[in-house]
């Protein structure tokens, strides 16, 4: 039996993944460390969608090797049959043997599909991430006229929006939800993001299922309950699944969600093997309930905490729960969130106080290329700690949702909005006077006095 040895062992050439070999490396400059994956090209995740129109091609949405290479990172592309936390090595597909000091699985996750009569129709696609897979995707969608996706989640909606661009195709979102995206943002904001896709010729079906995907061999039509949409490609977007087959078969503990369970240091139930990512347990910062939420921000988060505890014997860094903070685009409106809507936070049992407020990116809003920003914050009537906020504007905005992510990370209040320090500039934010984020929390504390006031 051939057994090549390493000191740190990652299987899973992912975002995670590769965030977990670099901050190894800076941990423990003189441990050997190995990636495993199995394709030779790894894309982006999150570009997947843009693949069609703005990228112009899977080849620019690959995940470049240069960062593991300057770290001296062993890659290697063979796929892992099994794994012995017992004997701690792991068995490859050519049935050869790596032995490890420590392991971290960072092997993501699988996309979901739905049984459904004529599912295996010629035309019917699902999220891969897998570069010749999606190559051969990218050009069976330019070769489309009809195209119907299952699905109305992030990757639906900006797949939807990318894919609208395209003059001569005709796109339709089927949604079983009331609207799209609802599951993440409050209703209003979640109107929002239609509105601009059907401005974009987008059909959306929301609160429906689909029954059956009809054509003698290639596809022809979605069939719904009461509608028959016009297909000859289908992409299903209706989420994924943590890919853990490896660690249920060598007898690692699955959570609640059917994901690896770890602790709050990113160990699994076996000593010296972690779990990061997709494929391992999330528990929400705020609720401390376990939460499938599948991000790459995440999956980072996770892998640089487990990567920098593997040797450590003290002061050990611990993942104090995930946040969630979401955020996209559609027709150049960004709409992000952090932490609960409020939908979310009442259904959790808090006792919330709301502000809102809008203005516009740059002052004087007379400037060109000036657009508004409206702002949603969520705090604790009990405790006035910030819960949630959710934001939408142009692209100028988009960091704004991070403030807000730090803001609830580091327990923020609702009084600490009133003295925040912030830099401004005529072109590049909005006014001083009328900061969204200051005037939003100081619309939900003119709601709390008051109401304290009355009482």
Not at 125 to 143: G, Q, S
Not at 320 to 335: C, D, I, K, R, W
Request: glycine content about 8%.
């Amino acid at each position: 039996m051939q057994i090549h040895k390493t000191d740190i062992l990652i299987v899973g050439g992912g975002p995670a993944g590769i965030v977990a070999a670099v901050t190894a490396r800076k941990n423990n400059p003189k441990k050997k460390i190995m990636l495993l994956r199995e394709k030779e090209k790894e894309v982006i995740p999150c570009g997947i969608p843009y693949i069609f129109n703005r990228l112009d091609s899977v080849e620019k949405d690959l995940l470049s090797d240069k960062t593991l290479r300057l770290n001296k990172v062993e890659i290697s592309v063979v796929r892992v049959t099994s794994i012995n936390p017992a004997e701690k090595n792991v068995t490859l597909a050519n049935e050869k043997h790596i032995s490890y000091d420590k392991l971290i699985l960072a092997t993501g996750s699988k996309s979901i599909l739905l049984s459904i009569k004529g599912i295996n129709k010629k035309g019917v696609w699902h999220i891969k991430k897998d570069f010749e897979y999606l190559k051969t995707f990218r050009e069976a969608v330019l070769k489309s006229k009809n195209i119907v996706i299952i699905g109305g989640g992030f990757i639906g909606i900006e797949f939807a929006e990318e894919l609208s661009s395209i003059k001569k195709l005709n796109i339709s979102i089927v949604e079983r939800s009331r609207h799209c995206l609802i599951k993440t943002f409050d209703k209003e904001f979640a109107i929002d993001i239609e509105e601009k896709l059907k401005e974009k010729g987008v059909k959306i079906y929301p609160g429906a299922e689909v029954q059956e995907i009809l054509g003698k061999d290639s596809v022809e039509f979605v069939k719904l309950k009461n509608k028959k949409i016009p297909a000859d490609l289908v992409i299903f977007s209706i989420g994924a699944r943590p890919n853990v087959y490896l660690a249920i078969d060598a007898g690692i503990k699955i959570g609640e969600y059917g994901a690896i369970k770890v602790n709050k240091y990113m160990e699994t139930s076996f000593k010296d093997v972690f779990a990061i990512g997709d494929c391992a347990e999330t528990k929400s910062l705020l609720t401390k309930k376990y939460v499938p939420v599948m991000l790459a921000s995440t999956a980072c988060h996770e892998a640089r905490i487990a990567a920098a505890n593997l040797y450590r014997k003290e002061n050990l860094i611990k993942n104090s729960g995930t946040l969630a903070v979401f955020s996209t685009e559609v027709s150049g409106v960004m709409t992000g969130i952090a932490g609960l809507n409020e939908q979310k936070a009442k259904s959790e049992g808090f006792d919330i106080v709301i502000g809102e407020s809008e203005a516009m990116n740059h002052h004087p809003g007379t400037l060109p290329n000036t657009h508004k920003i409206k702002v949603k914050l969520i705090f604790s009537k009990k405790s006035g700690l910030l819960l949630g906020g959710l934001i939408k504007g142009p692209q100028s905005a988009g960091e704004m949702i991070n403030i807000l992510a730090l803001a609830i990370q580091k327990e923020t209040t609702i009084y600490n909005f009133d003295i925040l320090q912030i830099a401004t500039h005529p072109l590049l934010t909005a006014a001083p006077t009328i900061y969204p984020l200051i005037t939003a929390a100081q619309a939900a504390l003119t709601k709390l006095l008051n109401a304290k006031t009355e009482n």
